[in-house]
C-alpha cells in the first residue's frame, strides 16, 4: 500500500510539474478561446437588454454567465482522450502495466493535474475580469451571498465536474482497443459537448426537453452545472435532483470503464501500431 | 497566348483540382466511418449554434436589434454553409502549412512547378468525407431563404440576390485571409504553428447580425477585420438594408483585406529557412 501510496504521489507531482511547463498553451488557450466568448457575450447581452421583461436574466447576470462557463470550459482537458489512445494504438500502455501505479488512476491524475493547473492559472483572470467589468463584481458577490449554502453546492458540483469530466473522456479514449482511431468518437463527443454543456448558451433558459435530455449526459456536468450552481439559480431540490443525476451519470460512466478496461486489457497487444 | 503545344495555366489548375478531388475521394472513401462522424460532428454543431441563436432572439422577444427569428437564422445558415464549404476544399491545405514547415515537408511543397499556396492544397487532400454536410447546409440555406421570402411583405429583387451571391463569395475569400493571417506565422518560429483554433474562434464571431456588436467592435469587424462580410452584410444586402455604395465599399474592404493576408503569407513564406527540426 505505501509503495502504492508514494508512486502515486511521484506520479502526481510530475503530472502536475509537467502542465506546469506548458503554461504557453493555455495562453493560447485563453486568448482563441476569449475570442468566440465575446460572440457569445455580445449576442447574449443584447438579447438580454432587448428582453421586454427583465425577470429571467439581467443583462449582467449573462455576462457572469459566460465568464463563469469559460473559466469551467478553461478546465475541460480535450487532449485526454487522444492521450489514452495513443497509448493504447502505440503500445505504450505496455511499460504502464508493469509499474506499480494503475494505468487507469495515472491517466486520471494527468488529467486532474492539467485542470488544476488551468484553474490556478485561470482563476485571477477571471477575477481581473470580474473587478473590471462594471457590475459584474456586485452581481457575482450577489450570487454567491443568496444562500449560505451556495459556495457547499459549488464545492459538491465541482466534485462532480471533474469526474465527469475526467471519466468521460478516459472512457473515450478506451475505445482504441477496440478501434484503429477514436478522432471520430472524439469530435462527437466534443460537439455533444457544445450542444448540451451550456458553453453556447445558458442551459436554464433552453426548452425543457433540452434540459431534460442534457442532465442525463456527463457534458451538463462539464459547465452548466457548477456555473448555474454558482449562481444560485438552482432551487435547494433542483440542486438535489441535478446532483443525483450527476452522481448517477459518474457511476454508469464507471461502469463503462471497467467493462472497457477488462475487456480490453485481454486483447490489447504491446506490439501497437 | 497559348501555343498547341502548351496547355493554360486555368486548363493545367482545373486538371489539377480534379485530380486532387479523385486522389481525396479514393482516399477518404477508405474512412468510410469519417463520413458518419463528421456528419454527427456537424449537425450537433449546427444544431447548438442555431438552437443558441434562435433561443437568444425568442429571449429578446423575437426581434434582435431589428432582426427577426427568420433573419438571424438566415443569417446563421448563410454563415454555415460558408463554412463547410471552407472545411471541404480548404482547411487541409490551410491548416497543415504549420505541420509541413515543422517537418521540413514544406521544402518538397515549394519544389512543385506551383504557386505555393496551390502546391500546399495539392499537397494535402480535400475533405470529402464533409460532403453530406455542404450538401445538407445549402439545403438549410435554401430552406431558410424560402421561409424568409415568404415572410416579408415585399419581394426581394434581382439585384439584391446579385449582391447576396457576389458578398458570399467574396466571404470565402474572407475566410481564406483570415486564415492565411493566423497559419503564416508558422513560418517565422515553429511555436507560431497552432493558428488553426484562432482561425475557428475568430471566423465564429461572423455569424451574427452585425448590432449584436458595441459601435467599436462593429467598425473593426466592418472595416479592419471583415468578419461581418462573412455573413450578415450579404444578408443585408440580400434584404435591401444596404445602398449601392455600402456594398461597393464592403466589397473594396473584403478584397483589400485578402490581398492584405496574400501579402502577409508571402511575407513570411520569404523569411521561412528550411531548418526546422520535426522534433
Known sequence: ?273 | MTTRNQVSPLRLHWSLFKRVAVVSTNNMLIYRSNLIFLFLFESLFTFANIMGLKMGVDFAGGSLGGWSTTEVIFIAFLYQAGHQLFTTFCIAGLFHIGFFVWSGRMDYVLLKPLKPLIGMHAATEFIISNTPNVLLSFGFLIWSYLKLAVSRPEPLTAGAHVALLWLFILSLAVRYGIALLVVSPAYLAEKLAEGEDAYWSIQSLGKYPRRVFNPFLQTVFDYIIPLSTIAAIPAEALFGNLSTPNIVIFSLVGMLFFMVSLGFHRFCLSRYQSVNTGV
Open chain 1, 1 to 273: 500500500m505505501n509503495r502504492l501510496l508514494k508512486s502515486g504521489l511521484i506520479h502526481a507531482s510530475q503530472c502536475v510539474e509537467a502542465a506546469l511547463l506548458y503554461r504557453s498553451s493555455l495562453i493560447i488557450f485563453v486568448m482563441t478561446e476569449l475570442i468566440g466568448f465575446i460572440g457569445y457575450i455580445a449576442f447574449w447581452y443584447k438579447a438580454a437588454s432587448s428582453q421586454p421583461n427583465q425577470h429571467l436574466y439581467a443583462p449582467i447576470a449573462l455576462v457572469l454567465y459566460f465568464v463563469l462557463a469559460f473559466f469551467h470550459h478553461g478546465l475541460q482537458d480535450h487532449a485526454a482522450v487522444r492521450n489514452v489512445a495513443t497509448d493504447i494504438r502505440m503500445g505504450k500502455l505496455a511499460t504502464s502495466l508493469i509499474r506499480p501505479f494503475p494505468y487507469p488512476f495515472a491517466a486520471f491524475i494527468k488529467s486532474f493535474a492539467t485542470s488544476l493547473v488551468r484553474s490556478i492559472l485561470l482563476i485571477p483572470l477571471i477575477a481581473i475580469v470580474l473587478w473590471l467589468f462594471p457590475g459584474l463584481w456586485e452581481s457575482f458577490t450577489t450570487s454567491l451571498n443568496q444562500s449560505t449554502s451556495t459556495l457547499l453546492h459549488y464545492g459538491l458540483a465541482m466534485v462532480i465536474t471533474v469526474l465527469c469530466t475526467i471519466l468521460t473522456r478516459f472512457a473515450m479514449g478506451l475505445a482504441a482497443f477496440k478501434m484503429s482511431q477514436v478522432w471520430g468518437p472524439d469530435t462527437v463527443l466534443i460537439s455533444l459537448y457544445y450542444a448540451t454543456s451550456g458553453v453556447v448558451f445558458p442551459m436554464d433558459l433552453a426548452p425543457q426537453w433540452l434540459q431534460h435530455v442534457a442532465s442525463w449526459t456527463p457534458t451538463y456536468y462539464m459547465v452548466s452545472f457548477p456555473t448555474l450552481t454558482m449562481m444560485g439559480r438552482y432551487t435547494e431540490s433542483q440542486f438535489q435532483m441535478y446532483a443525483g443525476r450527476g452522481l448517477f451519470v459518474i457511476a454508469v460512466l464507471s461502469l463503462i470503464i471497467a467493462a472497457a478496461w477488462n475487456r480490453g486489457i485481454k486483447t490489447f497487444e504491446a506490439v501497437g501500431i
